[in-house]
């Protein structure tokens, strides 16, 4: 079997705002809900900087409790350089932890599954190699929102 290697890229703290936006049950027999990021900052070895105010959480809420994450976030690093962030990832756990989820509480390392895989754009020349790595994050959630561990995929 092939030995997958990671390499430590950045922790995050996405913050969020209070509650999330219910768009509701969708024809495809799932609720849909929003959480908007407000703010927040990444800090690692290669990469430290802001996340940028207007990026979401377009979530998935299945009928057995657990959540699809579909988050698009703006970084902007120390430097000024933009980076486009965009990751899906699953959610679930016992249904008294997800509740705590809905109510937006916070939720420890450990206490559900919460893993991401991310992939990242960018148009500047110092953070090209961005463009062709992928990458996985493990969180757990605040009261004021998420917080990551971001792996490179070596």
């Known amino acids: 079997m092939v030995e997958v290697k990671l390499r430590p890229l950045f922790g995050m703290w996405a913050h969020t705002a209070n509650g999330a936006t219910h768009i509701g049950a969708v ?6 809900r929003v959480v908007f990021v407000t703010g927040g900052t990444f800090q690692g070895q290669r990469l430290n900087g802001k996340v940028l105010p207007g990026g979401g959480d377009f979530l998935m809420m299945r009928p057995d409790g657990g959540m699809h994450l579909d988050v698009r976030l ?4 120390d430097e000024s350089e933009l980076i ?4 899906v990832g699953r959610r679930h756990g016992p249904p008294e932890i997800m ?6 509480e916070a939720v420890a390392y450990g206490e559900d599954y919460f893993r991401t895989i991310i992939q990242f754009e960018t148009a500047a020349p110092r953070l090209l190699w ?3 790595i992928l990458a996985i994050g493990a969180g ?4 004021e929102g998420a917080v990551y561990e971001v792996f490179e995929i070596l």
């Open 27 to 32: 024809p495809v027999g799932y609720q849909r």
């Open 130 to 132: 961005l463009n062709g």
């Open 99 to 104: 509740e705590r989820y809905k109510n937006s």
């Open 140 to 143: 757990y959630r605040t009261a």
């Open 84 to 87: 486009y962030m965009t990751y």
């Open 74 to 77: 703006v970084l902007e690093t």
